[in-house]
């Protein structure tokens, strides 16, 4: 079993963005999205996923990933998943020791830029890099099964 302890934030502000750092597109789509438990497809850069997860609670969630076949995520990104598909620019940085995935999103919510970092624990403490603005981990709104629902561009 794999538990996942992730908070978000929103981004403040583009700071964060040096120059020469390059980001990997993603495009990502849902079989099943519902409270208990969502069921994702997800390109990422020339690679397929399929990942399953169950419900968030206090920032702890089960969560399982594979690897599939590039043109098997494709085929299902297409003619079986829920629209419209996610798509956006993650980018990794290192902060004090702590790995913070960024996204930047496009299409629908062009603008959107969150940051996420995965901890041991919901209590562990780390330092907040100054582009870091409000916290989103406990607001539905921003996980990115809703987002397609309800977009929030900025």
């Not at 069921?39 to 397929?48: F, N």
């Not at 290192?94 to 996204?103: A, N, P, Q, R």
């Not at 209590?123 to 582009?131: A, N």
């Amino acid at each position: 079993m794999a538990i996942e302890t992730e908070r978000k934030f929103l981004v403040k502000n583009s700071s964060w963005k040096v120059p020469g750092i390059k980001g990997v597109f993603l495009k990502q789509g849902y079989l099943k999205n519902e409270v208990e438990s969502v069921v994702r497809v997800r390109i990422a850069g020339e690679t397929g996923y399929i990942t399953v997860k169950g419900t968030t609670i206090n920032a702890l969630r089960l969560e399982f990933e594979y690897r599939i076949p590039v043109e098997d995520a494709e085929e299902m990104l297409e003619k079986i998943c829920c629209k419209p598909l996610i798509e956006k620019i993650r980018y990794t940085i290192w902060f004090k020791g702590f790995e913070w995935v960024i996204d930047e999103f496009l299409r629908q919510n062009k603008g959107l830029v969150i940051a996420e970092i995965e901890l041991d624990s919901r209590k562990q403490v780390f330092e907040y890099p100054e582009w870091i603005g409000k916290e989103v981990t406990d607001d539905p709104g921003y996980f990115n099964s809703n987002l397609i629902v309800n977009p929030k561009p900025c």
